[in-house]
């Protein structure tokens, strides 16, 4: 089994800040995905990232795949109320398997 | 309805009940999966169907039985169920199963096992 180690495990932060998220991992995937669950509901996809090294932006979200294709960030700027959540990564293997990470679990204060 | 509906949203029951968690995906997707949801684990894969196929079956316990009648339903029928089972379970669809597709996530049934 695939494990995707993310970091930090629980961020509190003051509305405004930034900050980064990552997800580790020592197996190589297809794709990485990045997730988005609010209480109550299942994950909602914010983006797919396939090539090493390919960057993507979502208005303030970040996200990067890096260079071996293992490993993810996700960075946040100016962050907002809105924003609360927790956030998974999940990288792809093979036909549609997806192995998600542990979760950050994010909370912005006003 | 619109996209992955599961009911019910809240299960309490027995160690002894046998009880079924239904999802439905009024997508139009071909390939529907079972996830469990624990606090202290990642997310996991149970079962994955294909054009109402079962192709994957993670070395899930036989006290979660999966059915899926049609390409639009799936079922989990539980029987014999552990504490440590108690969990959110949470369906999902995409259009086929291959590399790439996008899968669209219900908001889960909380099961709580007594």
């Known amino acids: 089994t695939q494990l995707l180690e993310q970091s930090p495990q629980f961020l509190s932060i003051q509305e405004g800040e930034n900050l980064t998220v990552y997800c580790n991992s020592s197996s190589v995937f297809s794709s990485l995905q990045w997730y988005r669950q609010e209480p109550g509901e299942g994950p909602v996809l914010l983006v797919t990232v396939v090539t090493g090294g390919e960057v993507k932006k979502l208005k303030r979200l970040t996200f990067q795949f890096g260079d071996a294709r293992k490993d993810s960030s996700l960075h946040i700027t100016a962050a907002q109320p809105g924003d609360t959540g927790l956030y998974l990564c999940a990288g792809e293997t093979g036909a549609n398997n997806l192995f998600f990470g542990t979760g950050t679990r994010l909370t912005v204060i006003p | 309805e619109t996209g992955v509906t599961q009911t019910p949203r809240h299960l309490v029951m027995g160690m002894t009940n046998k009880k079924s968690l239904k999802c439905e995906q009024h997508?139009?997707?071909?390939?529907m999966y079972w996830y469990k949801q624990s606090a202290k684990k990642p997310l996991e894969l149970m079962f994955v169907?294909?054009?109402?196929?079962?192709?994957e079956n993670n070395s899930v316990p036989s006290r979660f039985s999966p059915e899926c009648p049609n390409s639009s339903h799936l079922f989990l029928h539980l029987h014999t169920l552990q504490p440590e089972d108690s969990a959110l379970y949470l369906c999902a669809s995409s259009q086929a199963r291959y590399a790439g597709n996008e899968q669209f996530f219900g908001p889960g049934t909380r099961l709580t096992v007594l």
């Open positions: 169907y294909s054009l109402e196929e079962r192709v």
């Open positions: 997508l139009g997707h071909n390939a």
